[in-house]
């Protein structure tokens, strides 16, 4: 039998892609992890604590999924890459359209923009981390590690927010990324200088 808390974390997922963060209710989720509402409040006193525990889990997973800080620059700009934009072994489906749905509440929440401030500064720090690295190193042409970092996580929330508005794939962003590092770096993810 699969983790309770697992299950209602999926079941948050499917019901805030279906109906909504303005429309989404407890009972959606029981429904959706088929179980009774009050089983939902056992673990989660309301609504917005389960929704910050959900952001939390899902960020977990997400985190989890980043290249190892010892592995080398190559491989970590190229691991935060695979995770952002390989489906295989990522978040289950609708992660980005709920993701979506709570960084638009974020400016309203302070408990989300905390999160995602905390998200993003992990994915600078692991984009800049690698790009210092590899400057140091040699193996990258000298670059503003934080400006290279902002450019790639700025264009990561594009690619996010394009493929849930817009159902552009993902893939389209992950190839001009790859094309920015190329030109900034003098390196070319998935091949040698």
Do not use: N
């Not at 699969?2 to 999926?10: L, S, Y």
């Not at 089983?39 to 999924?65: Q, S, V």
């Not at 010892?70 to 489906?87: H, I, M, Q, S, T």
């Amino acid at each position: 039998m699969d983790d309770p808390d697992d299950e209602i974390m999926k079941a948050t997922c499917r019901a805030l892609c279906e109906h909504g963060l303005a429309d989404l209710t407890v009972e959606d989720i029981a429904d959706e992890a088929a179980v009774s509402s009050a089983a939902i409040h056992y673990h989660y006193d309301t609504k917005a604590a389960l929704l910050a525990a959900f952001l939390d889990d899902r960020i977990d997973r997400f985190e989890a999924r980043l290249p190892d800080a010892d592995a080398p620059p190559e491989r970590r700009l190229e691991g935060v890459l695979d995770a952002v934009f390989d489906p295989a072994g990522g978040p289950d489906g609708g992660f980005g359209t709920a993701l979506v749905e709570l960084k638009a509440r974020a400016p309203y929440e302070p408990d989300y923009r905390r999160r995602f401030r905390a998200l993003d500064d992990r994915l600078h720090e692991a984009v800049a981390g690698a790009v210092r690295e590899g400057v140091d190193a040699g193996e990258f042409a000298a670059a503003d590690p934080d400006t290279v970092a902002r450019s790639v996580v700025t264009a990561i929330d594009g690619a996010l927010v394009r493929a849930v508005a817009l159902d552009e794939d993902p893939a389209t962003t992950r190839a001009t990324i790859e094309v920015d590092l190329a030109d900034r770096l003098d390196w070319t993810p998935g091949g040698d200088r």
